[in-house]
């Protein structure tokens, strides 16, 4: 969506708090010898006492409040009594949410405990890279453009890009255009930022693959060559300078 009056940046400031609060609560309250149905439930509380509702079930009938992906799960994990975390576990929980007729999105990926696996590199690396794009996005940038910056980033720090996932525009459903804020430069792209527009700009850093690929539960996505994938997502107004970012609030930037 585009941000033309002032009703409209309140209600996506309040959807978006909304999500941001549970992200870090979710984040907060996640420890070893917990499901993850448990953590969702958890999450799925603090969204209905904001009078949130989960944008993944309204849109695509998802079977769960939030998103919970462990270990070498990419994204669009389902919430499952079966799943309990460990100590070391490399965890994304991806909360969006619709408030008021507003949408909203974030997601982190972080390390359960002590570092077992050593994956705390890799969780840096993309939070790095997500505030490095964020603070080259304004009006009139090239979209491909900063996804080439988002790629060429991941390769300094010796990871890869997930190719076929990406942010998004949101506002007033969950995807909206401009569609497909790739990872990666697809010079065929030429489409450039909107002052005033939406968007959900997220990062896809891989240490072996470069596609995800569905798991047999129809959900969840997993890497084509395997390996570990960190992913941290902030929903933002692009504006003539420095981007208002609306999840803020998740503190995924310290």
């Known amino acids: 969506m585009s941000i033309t009056t002032q009703a409209e940046l309140t209600g996506m400031q309040e959807a978006s708090k909304a999500v941001a609060y549970t992200l870090k609560a979710m984040i907060d309250y996640a420890q070893p010898g917990m499901s993850t149905l448990e953590l969702d439930q958890y999450g799925a509380k603090i969204l209905s006492g904001f009078g949130a509702r989960s944008a993944p079930y309204l849109t695509y009938k998802f079977p769960g409040w939030t998103c919970i992906s462990v270990d070498k799960e990419f994204c669009h994990g389902i919430p499952s009594p079966k799943r309990i975390l460990k100590e070391g576990d ?9 408030l008021n007729g507003f949408w909203s999105d974030n997601g982190a990926s972080f390390i359960l405990g002590a570092d077992i696996q050593q994956h705390q590199k890799l969780v840096d690396a993309s939070k790095d890279i997500l505030r490095k794009a964020i603070s080259h996005i304004k009006g009139s940038v090239k979209i491909a453009d900063i996804g080439y910056l988002m790629e060429t980033e991941a390769k300094k720090k ?30 065929f792209d030429n489409r450039r930022f909107r002052k005033d527009s939406v968007v959900a700009i997220e990062t896809f850093i891989a240490t072996d693959s470069t596609l995800a690929v569905a798991f047999r539960d129809g959900w969840t996505m997993v890497g084509n060559r395997g390996g570990y994938m960190a992913q941290h997502e902030h929903t933002i107004v692009v504006t003539d300078g420095a981007p208002i970012i609306l999840t803020a609030g998740n503190e995924i930037f310290g």
């Open 90 to 98: 490399l965890v994304n929980i991806d909360v969006s949410a619709e």
């Open 158 to 187: 010796g990871y890869r890009v997930i190719k076929n996932l990406g942010g998004h525009g949101i506002g007033r459903s969950l995807h909206e255009q401009p569609e497909e804020l790739l990872n990666y430069k697809n010079r």
